[in-house]
């Protein structure tokens, strides 16, 4: 299964909508999709989180959704631009939880010594 079709299977099971996400972070936010990795972002402030669209000053990268080998460390080595923050959620589903927010730094440099 590739990780744009595990991304579809994980939103059909929590009974979310996928196209409908991927259709608004294809004009709001970023999308990134090849055929070992699929991720949909955006920067956001990192007390806001999830709900903060077009902020004047982000601090934060919220992955929305990522999939396939290593898509993390590509990520931070092909962010757009610079954040010094990366939150997401685990497992979200219907029933979220909190955001998890990273020095984006710090993980960058624990990611590396793996």
Do not use: S
């Amino acid at each position: 299964m590739t990780p744009i079709e595990q991304a579809k299977a994980h939103y059909v099971k929590h009974g979310l909508n996928f196209e409908q996400d991927l259709g608004y972070y294809l004009v709001h936010g970023y999308v990134i999709a090849a055929p070992d990795r699929f991720m949909m972002f955006k920067p956001v402030r990192a007390e806001i989180g999830e709900a903060d669209w077009f902020p004047a000053q982000p601090d934060a990268w919220y992955v929305h959704y990522a999939a396939g080998k290593r898509c993390l460390e590509w990520f931070i080595g092909q962010a757009p631009f610079y954040l010094p923050k990366i939150a997401w959620m685990r497992d979200k589903g219907l029933k979220a939880q909190r955001l998890a927010v990273y020095d984006a730094k710090r993980l960058c440099d624990r990611l590396k010594h793996k």
